[in-house]
């Protein structure tokens, strides 16, 4: 069975980096194939993707936010770790981690539960 | 840049047919797939290229893909069902959620 789970700061300040760690279980990250994405909601708003990272540490970035975010592995292959720096209060948002298996038309399935994140003054 | 187009809201009788549509630029050479999120939950899978179904899934929700429209039908569509709807694909190495839709079951 595959759970992930997401953990970081529920309060940031606008200029501030959010760094989320995703922790998952029931796969490995070494397994060619596998990936982790992050995906956030803003409160009664639709999702929107934000980035990707596979096995081989292919990585792949929301373009409208891919000079802000950064995704990675990390040396434990458990967790995957995303930074996105400058926050700004319309970043507010739940942020999801999810499994994807690489192939062309790739779904993401399943998700972790989410973390809010406020940024605010 | 590519972008999914969902109706915001669909109303559906208990036990009647919900039509959920996505639309996109020749959508229907890509394969979409569609997740339920009900209120204060995660979004869970329930549709996969075009038309398969997780293990899990009631067989009342099919899926259809074809010219620049994909389709999540409902049939036999119970109070449980009443969620908000997101298809999903991919632009090259980017992936595209539509707007969603809320499906009220009344």
């Known amino acids: 069975q595959i759970t992930l789970k997401e953990s970081g700061p529920t309060l940031l300040k606008p200029t501030q980096t959010l760094t989320l760690t995703c922790a998952f279980s029931?796969?490995?990250?070494?397994?060619?194939?596998?990936?982790v994405g992050w995906i956030r909601q803003p409160p009664g708003k639709a999702l929107e993707w934000l980035a990707l990272?596979?096995?081989?540490?292919?990585?792949h970035y929301s373009p409208s936010l891919h000079n802000r975010l950064t995704i990675t592995k990390d040396p434990s292959n458990t967790r995957v770790v995303l930074t996105m720096t400058n926050m700004d209060p319309v970043d507010t948002a739940t942020y999801f981690c999810?499994?994807?298996?690489?192939?062309?038309?790739?779904?993401?399935?399943?998700w972790g539960q989410g973390t809010l994140v406020t940024v605010s003054s | 840049s590519s972008e999914l187009r969902q109706p915001p809201s669909v109303s559906v009788s208990p036990g009647q047919t919900a039509s959920i549509t996505c639309s996109g630029d020749n959508l229907g050479e890509k394969f979409v797939s569609w997740y339920q999120q009900k209120p204060g939950q995660s979004p869970v899978l329930v549709m996969y290229q075009d038309k398969k179904r997780p293990s899990g899934i009631p067989d009342r929700f099919s899926g259809s893909n074809s010219g620049t429209t994909a389709t999540l039908t409902i049939s036999g569509t119970q109070s449980m069902d009443e969620a908000d709807f997101y298809c999903q694909t991919w632009d090259s190495n980017f992936v595209l959620f539509g707007g969603g839709t809320k499906l009220t079951v009344l």
């Open positions: 999810t499994h994807n298996i690489r192939s062309t038309w790739a779904w993401f399935d399943p």
């Open positions: 029931g796969f490995s990250l070494t397994t060619s194939g596998e990936g």
């Open positions: 990272v596979y096995w081989n540490d292919d990585k």
